[in-house]
């Protein structure tokens, strides 16, 4: 199965900073999501892209996606300390009726105050 | 919007005993739910996924199954467990824009 993986693994900032992460998978996409992770808690979704689709905003979240490159990225602008976390991709499957995530190991953010 | 209950949410287990984990989704019908087990510091590994009662299907071979006796009921279970079951599981919910509602996690320490 396909799979997203995230790069850097780790990035530390200072609040206000822009945050930048990427994600690239393998093989052809419907869609692809980030998602966030607070230390031991669930994911919470952030934004879905779908692959018609190259930019999408969200607040301070503005995603792109690069079909050609099988890539996508995931800028945070104006850095807070609450968004200390770890962010995944994730880009979907359908086999045979099926909808079936793929998660990388993702990006651990650190927000300096 | 679905909502996923999980639970407990820290579980300590002997080596040898036996596990059940619940997981139940308000908010939607015939949802497709997943278990994910996450280890430190690594991504999420996809254990079973379900698209209906009573259909379960396996990604990786383990010492682990689950079941999903009710529509909105997803169970993930062990008869004996492992030191290497320890970790941190998610469960989800397929929502309808495709986009994933999660459960708060479990953190299962085998000892």
């Known amino acids: 199965s396909q799979q997203g993986e995230e790069d850097p693994q780790a990035l530390s900032i200072q609040e206000g900073e822009n945050a930048t992460m990427n994600c690239s998978y393998k093989?052809?996409?419907?869609?692809l999501q980030w998602y966030r992770q607070n230390s031991g808690r669930g994911l919470v979704h952030l934004i879905l892209?779908?692959?018609?689709?190259r930019e999408k905003h969200s607040g301070r979240l503005r995603v792109t996606l690069d079909t050609s490159k099988k890539s996508s990225s995931l800028l945070i602008t104006a850095s807070r300390a609450a968004d200390t976390a770890s962010y995944f991709c994730a880009t979907g499957l359908i086999p045979g009726g099926s909808y079936i995530p793929t998660f990388g190991r993702g990006t651990s953010l650190i927000v300096h105050p | 919007s679905q909502t996923i209950h999980q639970w407990p949410a820290t579980l300590v287990q002997p080596v040898g005993s036996p596990l059940s984990l619940e997981c139940t989704v308000e908010g939607t019908s015939n949802p497709n739910l997943y278990w994910y087990r996450q280890a430190a510091g690594r991504g999420l590994q996809l254990l079973f996924y379900s698209v209906g009662i009573g259909q379960i299907s396996s990604e990786v071979p383990q010492n682990l199954s689950a079941s999903r006796p009710q529509d909105r009921q997803f169970i993930l279970s062990s008869k004996k467990l492992l030191l290497s079951d320890s970790g941190f599981y998610l469960c989800?919910?397929?929502?309808?824009?495709?986009?994933?509602?999660f459960g708060s996690g479990t953190r299962l320490t085998v000892v």
């Open positions: 989800a919910c397929l929502g309808q824009l495709h986009g994933y509602t």
């Open positions: 892209i779908r692959s018609n689709e």
């Open positions: 093989t052809s996409i419907n869609n």
